[in-house]
């Protein structure tokens, strides 16, 4: 499939936002449950994905038109640690390693609703299942933190990634040379009810083969009605609630409306089955533990779908 932002915007156009203005793509791979004897499903996500517009850094721009970004790396299995994280106050100021900021870039929240929540990116992988069983008991929520510094007049890079860079706190701190431009702090949260599967026996594992969570990544295209637009929000729509329905600005419709968003399914994917119950993971997947660098998926040269 390919979207630009051309197409997100065309005429007819829908979107399954809660902010009509607001066309942009947001994906994550899914997670999956299987099975010891290899069946696998795809676990329920609980609500919609969340994706958030914070001020970091200052004098943010907004994204323009045609801009696109990923972040993280499908193919990483293996955290370098320490888990926890050193105290921010002694990671370098100056941010070279973009390696370890990307991993730190990555959360997986146990969510336990009756003690107190962990923070935000707290954990760089995903817990073991044992883990999950006990504590987990209201599911754990994936986190993607994307780099907001870019290069300025660049848009887009061939792998999506090298415009972009992140501050030398992940979130906030200074930006590499040559990365001036600062954009909004991207920040995406999706609930998974990994809950639903305690006691049972199996693993859980990333849509692309990961098991280990640390190849956890996102894609962003831009697809706000103009960067004007977006710009004067940000400028603009500043309640420390948070809540959408505090800026004005904004056209607010609701979930049942957004659902009726679909577009239509690209022909490769039409005898796939991505819920499950089903053998194997979809697009012929290979589950890939590591710790070495996972083969690239099998999905951009051998995908079968369906029988």
């Known amino acids: 499939m390919d979207a630009d932002y051309a197409a997100l915007n065309a005429t007819g156009t829908c979107t399954s936002c809660e902010v009509v203005q607001d ?7 899914t997670p999956y449950f299987v099975y010891p ?29 045609g801009f696109q970004m990923a972040a993280g790396d499908p ?11 050193d105290p921010l106050s002694s990671w370098p100021t100056d941010p070279t390693d973009q390696y370890f900021l ?5 959360g997986f929240n146990c969510l336990n609703y009756a003690i107190p929540p962990e923070p935000s990116l707290y954990r760089h992988q995903l817990p073991t299942k044992d883990y999950m069983d006990t504590t987990c008991t209201d599911g754990v929520r994936f986190e993607m933190a994307f780099p907001s510094c870019g290069k300025a007049g660049e848009i887009d890079s061939p792998n999506h990634k090298t415009h972009m860079a992140y501050p030398s706190l992940v979130k906030e701190g200074n930006c590499p040379s040559g990365y001036d431009v600062h954009y ?27 098991p280990v969570g640390t190849g956890y990544h996102a894609d962003f295209i831009m697809g706000w009605e103009s960067q004007q637009f977006l710009q004067y929000a940000l ?30 399914m690209p022909d490769v994917l039409k005898k796939d089955d991505p819920y499950g119950p089903r053998q194997g993971l979809p697009g012929n997947n290979q589950i890939q533990y590591g710790p070495e660098q996972a083969a690239s998926s099998p999905i951009a040269t051998t995908y079968k779908a369906g029988p």
Request: with cysteine.
């Open 75 to 85: 193919l990483i299995r293996n955290f370098t640690g320490p888990f926890p994280d």
């Open 235 to 264: 400028d603009t729509c500043r309640n420390p609630s948070g809540q959408i329905q505090d800026c004005a600005l904004f056209d607010i419709q609701s979930d049942s409306l957004g659902a009726n968003c679909t577009f239509a």
């Open 184 to 210: 909004p702090f991207l920040f995406y949260e999706t609930i998974w009810a990994t809950h639903a599967f305690a006691g049972v026996v199996g693993t859980f594992v990333l849509s692309m083969g990961d």
């Open 102 to 106: 990307q991993q730190r870039a990555i």
């Open 23 to 29: 066309h942009s793509a947001y994906w994550t791979p």
């Open 37 to 65: 004897n290899g069946t696998t499903v795809m676990v329920e996500q609980i609500g919609g994905m969340l994706a958030y517009y914070l001020y970091y850094l200052d004098n943010v721009t907004a994204f323009p038109e």
